[in-house]
């Protein structure tokens, strides 16, 4: 659908799609006039930018504990207690806010309408960040339900689902009044993480509390396993892969200028993998409890996961067919790329540790710590520094600060991420031979498990400066940011956007 957005003046100030309408005299006949919220982009963009440099910098006091006892700083500083609070910030505050920083963006441009409410945009921004706060001040306090990747206490996760209720109602009100007929895939993407995303936090929340801090799940046992990791595979699936896979079909078709390499490849890779990842599961559970048929099945389902993951990772790769020369100059497109190559490395390497043989040797070693960082670093973190330098030039109407800084930032953090990882493959391939290693009589080669915690320490310290540098990159891009924000026009009212009658009524 056409539409114009330069000669028109700003309708700024306007609380809804229908009330942010206004036209007068020949633009009134031939054509429908209203305006994008860019507003409460901005809030997430720059909530991004605090909290992925919070996070980050927890992960690195992290990082120095393991290798330097001495750096747990107490008992609220401790390796224990701040070891949620950085998986917590770095999915729910830096990868969250960036999320929502992309829908809605996107949604406004995709559907043709200004999000359903304005109220309810800002509901959600300050309620996430409220959650954030109350997630950074009772995880140190050791308040938590000690369940992976949802640590948080009761009246947390009710506030979590009351919020997450505004922001879908919010975006599905905004499909509904849309404008655009056609729902382009990134859109599709962005309803099975709004959809699923409740149901798993819902599901795997459910809790009997005896006090204001302290609830059990109604689940016992094996079953609560088998219901946790449901959860928190598919946490990563459906909040650190579906939306930015939705991210990345619209934001690398536009800063490439060209368009998605297949669309009836993204909508096969949507379909299957939103049906695939949901079964993937029980894989963390292999070697436990959990009935053998279970742990079976989630590998069966994650070893499948490999078609259409590489689908979308070809799909994004090949969209700069005939643009692979804009690398040079272009440092969103060189994020982009890495962050795009990772999510190939990444869902390459899960279903492969899924196998069982492979996993006899990968279970609770740091393979598994380079695996995880491999996505949320390489893959998500990399996507969310393209889509934050394609979007504040465009959000505060002035030139990036600084593109040498943005691609020292580039280089910095891909020299990070691979320090990191390549560091922690070591270890982790290091811890799995060690603890399987027998002598010709059958006992193990070395049956004391600080042999192997000496052996590692190196790859820490090795770690440790890649997390340094990687947390230097974000560091540099804060520091762009503020300094292209403070290049910013006083006034930023909300684009208007013209959108031909006839047009319209057509689609």
């Known amino acids: 659908m056409a539409e114009i957005t330069t000669p028109l003046p700003a309708a700024g100030g306007v609380s809804s799609h229908a ?16 305006s994008y919220d860019d507003r409460i982009v901005r809030y997430f963009v ?61 949604t406004q441009r995709l559907c043709k ?67 655009e007929k056609h729902m382009y895939v ?50 990563v699936a459906f909040f650190l892969t579906t939306p930015f896979l939705g991210l990345m079909y619209y934001f690398l078709p536009k800063a490439a200028e060209r368009p ?21 599961g029980p894989h963390h559970l292999n070697y436990t409890a959990v009935p053998e048929w279970a742990a079976t099945l989630g590998m069966v389902f994650s070893v499948m996961l490999w078609m259409p993951s590489w689908g979308g990772m070809i799909n994004g790769l090949f969209t700069l067919r005939g643009a692979w020369h804009k690398l040079r100059d272009s440092v969103v497109l060189k994020m982009f790329v890495v962050g795009i190559t990772f999510y190939g490395m990444a869902t390459f390497e899960g279903p492969l540790l899924s196998i069982k043989t492979v996993n006899a040797l990968s279970h609770y070693t740091d393979w ?32 990036l600060w600084s593109q040498k800084l943005a691609n020292a930032h580039f280089w910095i953090g891909t020299i990070g991420i691979l320090l990191y990882v390549i560091a922690m493959y070591a270890s982790g391939v290091t811890q799995g031979l060690m603890w399987r290693a027998f002598d010709q009589a059958g006992r193990l080669v070395y049956p004391d498990f600080t042999e192997t915690v000496v052996q590692v320490i190196p790859m820490y310290w090795v770690r440790m400066i890649g997390g340094s540098l990687y947390l230097l990159g974000v560091v540099l891009m804060m520091v762009n940011v503020w300094k292209t924000v403070r290049r910013a026009p006083k006034e930023l009212p909300d684009p208007a956007v013209a959108v031909p009658r006839q047009r319209l009524a057509e689609a």
């Open 260 to 280: 998605v390499f297949s669309y009836r490849l993204s909508i096969v890779h949507f379909w299957s993998l939103v049906f695939i990842y949901i079964w993937a």
């Open 186 to 235: 990134a859109l599709w993407f962005y309803i099975a993480t709004i959809v699923t995303v409740a149901v798993l936090h819902i599901g795997n929340s459910l809790a009997f509390p005896v006090s204001l801090t302290k609830s059990y799940p109604i689940y016992k046992g094996v079953q609560d396993a088998l219901v946790q990791w449901w959860y928190g595979h598919n946490a």
């Open 368 to 399: 598994n710590i380079a695996h995880v960082h491999s996505g949320a670093l390489g893959w998500n973190g990399f996507m969310t520094f393209g889509m934050i330098y394609w979007l504040v030039p465009r959000l505060w109407r002035t030139p």
């Open 113 to 179: 309408a200004r999000m359903f409410s304005d109220t309810m945009s800002k509901i959600h921004f300050w309620g996430w960040q409220a959650i954030i706060v109350s997630a950074a001040i009772t995880l140190p306090l050791g308040i938590t339900t000690s369940k992976e990747y949802a640590e948080l206490e009761w009246p947390i996760d009710i506030a979590i689902a009351v919020v997450w209720v505004v922001f879908a109602v919010n975006f599905f009100g905004t499909l509904w009044h849309r404008r």
């Open 19 to 34: 009330s942010g309408e206004r036209a007068s005299g020949a633009t009134a006949s031939r054509f429908e006039v209203f």
């Open 46 to 106: 720059v909530a991004t930018t605090i909290w992925g440099f919070v996070g980050m910098l927890v992960g690195l006091l992290l990082a120095i504990q393991l290798p330097f006892p001495g750096a747990n700083l107490g008992e609220y500083l401790s390796f224990g207690r701040l070891r949620p609070l950085h998986t917590n910030a770095v999915i729910f505050a830096f990868a969250g806010n960036a999320i929502f920083a992309a829908i809605y963006y996107s």
